[in-house]
């Protein structure tokens, strides 16, 4: 499973950026999709997360109705909508698959992404 990531940037705070992440090879669906992201000194985060099994999604506090986690079975793409975007947002965000069953967050995830940089700033 490839999966390479687009969408990141630069945006004022409040504002909103979509990731795209496509995979090829594989379709999405027998895998768990997840985002996670790295800021500047700090460990990496997950951010949100989807497993095989169930379509409820996980979203990390800080993040919580601000961003939506979603799939396109036909594009065979996952996507990260983010909406009132803070300067603490600001990281290299990376999208995420595995075949893993079960609750998705926590664990190793085998497939990443190349990442993509979001900074937020006025």
């Known amino acids: 499973l490839q999966l390479v990531e687009s969408g990141g940037g630069l945006v004022q705070p409040g504002g909103s950026l979509r990731l795209s992440c496509a995979a090829s090879e594989y379709t999405l669906d027998y895998y768990a999709i997840g985002w996670f992201r790295q800021a500047p000194g700090k460990e990496r985060e997950e951010v949100s997360c989807?497993?095989?099994?169930?379509?409820?999604?996980y979203y990390t506090d800080s993040v919580k109705g601000r961003f939506t986690i979603s799939k396109d079975n036909v594009k065979n793409t996952m996507y990260l909508q983010m909406n009132n975007l803070k300067p603490e947002d600001t990281a290299i965000y990376y999208c995420?698959?595995?075949?893993?069953?079960?609750?998705?967050?926590?664990?190793?995830?085998?497939?990443w992404g190349q990442g993509t940089q979001v900074t937020v700033s006025s």
């Open positions: 989807i497993s095989k099994s169930d379509p409820t999604p």
């Open positions: 995420a698959a595995d075949p893993k069953p079960g609750d998705c967050s926590g664990g190793p995830w085998d497939y």
